[in-house]
């Protein structure tokens, strides 16, 4: 898979531990996130994955901050993407299976890496469900 991640300066540390993590993985990772804990702005960079992945230029994104929520919410101002923030590895599985999410986030401040890493397996091994579930996420894309 192809993933753009992106990051603030809240999560530098653990963007490059994710993205060599996804590298391991076999993914080719696109990072176009903060490079250093230099002050920033996390619209910009949630932004500019969500558009790549709304793009079809990737096959969907990890976005980290402090919290994932910030990132997240100006991910989603992207027709077309359908980022969740998780804590935890069943909602990622979750989130996929039945919302079709395209990017999931988290924050440093709130996961450590091994559970960071664990919310991209589930993530990353679901797939998304038909049925009921697509029709719902055709109501999203909808709106």
Same mark, same amino acid.
């Given at each position: 898979?192809?993933?753009?991640?992106?990051?603030?300066?809240?999560?530098?540390?653990?963007? %490059?531990?994710? @993205?060599?993590?996804?590298?391991?993985? /076999?993914? #080719? +990772?696109?990072?176009?996130?903060?490079?250093?804990? =230099?002050?920033?702005?996390?619209?910009? %960079?949630?932004? @500019?994955?969500?558009?790549?992945?709304? /793009?079809? #230029? +990737?096959?969907?994104?990890?976005?980290?901050?402090? =919290?994932?929520?910030?990132?997240?919410?100006?991910?989603? @101002?992207?027709?077309?993407?359908?980022?969740?923030?998780?804590?935890?590895?069943?909602?990622?599985?979750?989130?996929?299976?039945?919302?079709?999410?395209?990017?999931?986030?988290?924050?440093?401040?709130?996961?450590?890496?091994?559970?960071?890493?664990?919310?991209?397996?589930?993530?990353?091994?679901?797939?998304?469900?038909?049925?009921?579930?697509?029709?719902?996420?055709?109501?999203?894309?909808?709106?």
């Amino acid at each position: 898979m192809k993933i753009v991640i992106a990051n603030d300066h809240a999560a530098v540390d653990m963007k %490059f531990e994710i @993205k060599e993590y996804l590298e391991s993985l /076999g993914h #080719e +990772v696109i990072d176009v996130g903060a490079q250093d804990k =230099t002050s920033c702005h996390y619209p910009e %960079f949630g932004a @500019k994955a969500g558009r790549m992945v709304a /793009g079809g #230029e +990737v096959d969907g994104g990890v976005l980290i901050c402090g =919290t994932g929520v910030g990132i997240s919410i100006a991910a989603n @101002k992207i027709k077309g993407v359908r980022a969740a923030v998780c804590s935890e590895p069943v909602t990622a599985r979750l989130v996929k299976e039945h919302n079709h999410a395209n990017m999931i986030a988290f924050g440093e401040r709130i996961v450590g890496i091994e559970t960071a890493k664990a919310i991209i397996d589930a993530w990353l091994g679901a797939e998304c469900m038909g049925g009921r579930h697509q029709l719902r996420a055709d109501m999203l894309d909808e709106l």
